[in-house]
């Protein structure tokens, strides 16, 4: 009777401790490698010990990464947001949004776009009037604040223009984060150059919490500005 290779490997799969009670198998078996140089069964077992550990180096390495960036991230917003909370009118807010926002997150265009049913000074370059109309359905900006979680990645060329006037062009990923509660105030709009800096599978953790710090603060802001 012939026996097949996957008769073999099924009785080994049942019978783990062939090799200890066979251990001169273990030193004569020669198995190839992609080199084509063939090796003992021993050395094959390490080199795969020694792979499995360089891939969980390489994962213990990038948690560390990952947990270090979240670190800064989450320093940076604690900064952000706390700011936000001091803020007094719109002027200490367009400073803010300069300051920990734009300069302390590196992002090049910050844009925070409020309804023009508000009374905005024309003074701040950072936030900006836009028509009520725009916001509700049918209008401009209303997929931008229809989305509940912020929105991550590339934009077509006009919902950049509607977000980032005559910035639009220099944009190529964007974070657009509706500000509503219980009343639709506005889209705070964040650009970048560089099309991989917002990606659509990034985290919205840290964002999220920064449109819910500005959509607390802005009524207390917007009625001050009245």
């Known amino acids: 009777m012939t026996i097949t290779a996957d008769q073999i490997a099924e009785y080994l799969q049942d019978h783990l401790d062939f090799f200890e009670q066979h251990p001169k198998l273990v030193r004569e078996l020669i198995l190839p490698t992609n080199s084509g140089a063939a090796i003992s069964l021993v050395e094959f077992q ?3 010990l020694r792979d499995r550990i360089q891939q969980l180096e390489k994962e213990n390495d990038h948690m560390i990464e990952t947990a270090r960036i979240n670190s800064v991230l989450f320093e940076k917003t604690r900064s952000l947001v706390l700011s936000l909370l001091d803020a007094q009118d719109l002027d ?4 803010v949004l300069d300051e920990k926002l734009a300069n302390g997150f590196d992002i090049p265009v ?4 409020l309804s023009d049913q508000f009374r905005i000074p024309d003074s701040l370059s950072l936030i900006q009037p836009v028509k009520a109309e725009s916001l509700e359905d049918g209008g401009q900006l209303a997929q931008s604040v229809a989305q509940k979680e912020p929105r991550i990645g590339r934009l077509a060329k006009n919902r950049r223009g509607a977000l980032f ?15 509503v509660r219980g009343h639709t105030y ?15 599978n990034q985290d919205t953790l840290f964002l999220d919490h920064i449109g819910e710090a500005l959509a607390m603060i802005l009524p207390r802001l917007l009625k001050k500005a009245e």
């Open 165 to 179: 006037g005559d910035d639009a062009n220099s944009i190529e990923s964007s974070a657009t984060l509706a500000l």
């Open 110 to 113: 910050v844009r925070l776009l």
């Open 92 to 95: 200490d807010l367009s400073v």
């Open 46 to 48: 390490l080199r795969k």
């Open 186 to 200: 506005g889209v705070l709009a964040l650009g970048h150059p560089d099309p991989t800096h917002f990606q659509s």
